[in-house]
């Protein structure tokens, strides 16, 4: 009976969330005029330049990192193929579709992080919380929204993370998963205890490299599969939208496991990302946004679309029977052996360790919004680390579906904040185009108090 019930609620907010996702994702499409397709160059000039930072501040690039930290991790090595073995190869299609709308709200998010973000030090704090609190006026919205994202991410979400490690290494090397959940919770407790500049550092370092090495991996398959490259690609669209597949409600299966899991690895829209976009030092608001929606593109686009190649074009059973990482997993060793296991074994090893630790920045930005008193802050780690060492020895069916629920909460919260403040943003974005337009390399922004004051 509980099954059922968690089951109808998941679809509702389901529903609810696909609708918030595609009517805000459209209007700010048009209203941007397609920013998000119109100003890839500039996306990867900007990211380019963002790498040095000032000491003791935290560089474009590296907020970009900890915000993909947060994105890459068991939603594209293990999300992906949970969305295939439930939803089918159409799922692939609708990931692909909500990270292309979902783009300019990662932009519109990340710009308004970065206007109504606050110092903190030598660096900067703001987010979703922020905005809602300075832009709206909202105090009870703001603090709604920093506990629902301090229980998502900083514990429900790090439980997840945990728990995909402790599987694949099982499953690949036979290690303990108890022993191995006390080493990642002792390493992640270290990290996060030594503060954003500390999480900022480790994941510029990570991110890049595994991304890369994993992108390099389905390449070789890719070039080992080149003949079958327009059949998985014509099986995905077709499954999308195919007769059988919506006489059979297989559409419908596509379409929620495509946002659901699009959602939780790119996390468009959500409001997570933009608690590391405040963190940089940039000249121009608008200079994060559009990284933060490469960023997404970067997730789904590409490291998401590895996987799923990887799973369509082996002889891995698609009928639900294996799903998450063991089905991963077993993919890339029928197309290259047992090396395939342990790549991916290391693979989700970084992924995920790096997700949590950019997992728990966005909650400890959060407590600090709720109270600055630090034992607070210190009790919130050592319940992280907490949910860390649970999540790894956890059966975590039911925590994922309360994490699909909390997750709609959190981004329908974060969709009207935006939507209410899109006036702020577009001008925002008038003024970065404006002094482009103008011969300006790389514009200053001026037209608000709050950015003034700070800068």
């Known amino acids: 009976m509980n099954d059922i019930i968690i089951s109808i609620n998941d679809a509702i907010w389901t529903y609810l969330l696909i609708g918030g996702l595609i009517f805000t994702g459209i209007y700010f499409t048009i209203k941007s005029r397609f920013i998000q397709f119109t100003h890839i160059k500039e996306m990867f000039r900007l990211l380019g330049e963002g790498v040095k930072s000032e000491k003791g501040s935290v560089s474009s690039f590296q907020a970009f990192c900890i915000s993909v930290a947060a994105r890459v991790g068991t939603g594209n090595l293990a999300g992906v193929a949970t969305a295939i073995a439930i939803g089918g190869p159409g799922a692939v299609f609708w990931m692909w579709v909500i990270a292309l709308i979902g783009a300019v709200s990662a932009f519109v998010e990340s710009t308004l992080a970065q206007i109504y973000k606050q110092k903190d030090g030598t660096s900067y704090i703001g987010g979703p919380a922020y905005y809602i609190d300075k832009g709206l006026n909202k105090r009870w919205m703001a603090i ?11 514990l ?25 959940g006390i080493l990642v919770t002792a390493v992640s407790v270290a990290v996060i205890f030594g503060g ?10 990570i991110v890049p490299v595994m991304a890369v090495a994993y992108v390099i991996l389905a390449l070789v398959l890719v070039v080992m599969n080149i003949s079958h490259f327009p059949a998985i690609i014509k099986l ?18 596509a379409i929620m496991q495509g946002v659901k899991r699009g959602l939780f690895s790119n996390e468009a829209g959500m409001g997570s990302a933009p608690n590391a976009a405040a963190t940089a030092t940039v000249s121009h608001p608008v200079n994060q946004g559009l990284i933060q929606s490469l960023g997404v593109f970067t997730d789904t686009l590409i490291i998401c679309s590895c996987t799923a190649f990887i799973i369509l074009v082996s002889d891995a059973p698609l009928d639900g029977s294996i799903k998450g990482i063991e089905l991963t997993q077993l993919a890339v060793s029928h197309q290259i052996g047992d090396f395939g296991n342990y790549f991916i074994s290391i693979c989700i090893l970084f992924f995920a360790f790096s997700s949590i630790i950019g997992n728990y920045y966005y909650g400890e930005a959060n407590i600090r919004f709720i109270t600055p008193k630090k034992i607070y802050l210190n009790f919130y780690r050592i319940a992280v680390g907490g949910m860390i060492l649970f999540g790894s020895v956890a059966s975590l069916d039911i925590v994922w579906s309360l994490a699909d629920i909390t997750m709609a ?30 011969g300006v390399k790389n514009p200053v922004y001026r037209l608000l108090g709050i950015w003034r004051n700070l800068n």
Do not use: C
């Not at 709604?144 to 900083?154: D, E, K, N, P, R």
């Not at 790090?158 to 599987?167: D, G, H, P, R």
């Not at 329908?412 to 899109?422: E, F, G, K, P, T």
């Open 144 to 154: 709604l929204f920093a506990v629902v994202i301090s229980i998502t991410f900083g």
């Open 156 to 180: 429900v979400f790090n439980s997840v993370q945990a728990n995909t490690i402790t599987l694949a290494f099982n499953a690949t090397f036979g290690t303990d998963r108890m022993n191995l």
């Open 196 to 205: 954003v500049q500390r999480i900022a550092k480790v994941s510029s370092v």
């Open 236 to 253: 995905i669209v077709t499954n999308a939208f195919g007769f059988d597949e919506m006489m059979a409600g297989g559409v419908g299966a």
């Open 409 to 438: 909460i959190m981004t329908m919260i974060n969709l009207v904040a935006i939507l209410l403040l899109r006036k702020v943003a577009m001008e925002a974005l008038q003024d970065y185009k404006a002094q482009k337009k103008a």
